[in-house]
Every structure is written in C-alpha cells, then in structure tokens.
C-alpha cells in the first residue's frame, strides 16, 4: 500500500511522540533536542519510501511476487482493484464475490478520514515533504490517479 507521505508522516510520527510524551515528557524537552529528533524521525521515514522506491525501481523488488496498491486507488476503485489483485494471485471471482466488491466499492468511495495533523508541530510543512518525497508522487500515486480518473 502507498499512501501520499503529506498524510502518512505526520500521521507516524504523532504515533511515535505519543508514547515518547507518556513516558519521557517528548514535547517538554529542550526544543533543540526535540527538534533534532523530529528532523531525524522525519529523515528517516523519508528514507524508508525511497528505500522501497529505489528497490522497486531497479527491479530488487520481483514485481511478480508484490502487488503494490496506491491508496487512492483503493478508496476509488476498489472493486476494479480487486479483480486486479486476485488475478494477480491467479483466484478466480465468482459472480457472488463480484456482487459483494461491487457493494464494499460503494461504501469506500464514501470514506473520508477525519485525521487531521499539524504539520508545523513537527516542524515540517506541505511543500517540503512533497518536494522530498517526490519520487513517491511520480511513480506511485501520480500514475494511481490517472488511471482513477479513467475509471469514473
């Protein structure tokens, strides 16, 4: 699953400084060890998607064997996704099993998240992690949302 890195960073690292302020008082700290954290989490997540992209990219990653899903395709195709998927796994689709991705496609295009982040808590903002995470954008969800529009 890819999802965009402007939802999934700060999503990350408000998961880690949860338990980093339960236990150890995180955003009481001094502000200049507290920010050199934040840069390294956020460095290291981003590496952690150019991992992933570099492997994929150069073919260290069998694309026969890894199904990769962009999120908003998930959201706003489901079904057409998973007639993808489960010929990639080489399952068939009986007609009961098409009836109910058809049914679970309708209540996923209505999903919205309520998650919300401040991105200046962690010091980051919109434009930067897009212009870091590029990559991302190009290979995964970009070409995800083209091939989205052509299914409405």
Known sequence: MVRDPVSVIPSTMSLVSGPLQARFGFW??????RDMYLE?????LVDLYRGFHDDWTSGAIDK???FVCAYPRLMGDFDNLMLELFDFIGEDVTPELRSELAEMAESQRGHKSGHKYDLGKFNLD?????RDC???????????????????
């Open 28 to 33: 009481d700290l001094d502000s200049d060890l």
């Open 40 to 44: 390294r989490l956020y460095v290291g």
């Open 64 to 66: 026969e064997k890894v």
């Open 126 to 130: 919109e434009a930067r992690i897009r």
């Open 134 to 152: 590029a990559f991302v954008y190009t290979t995964f969800l970009n070409p995800a949302e083209e091939a989205l529009k052509e299914t409405v």
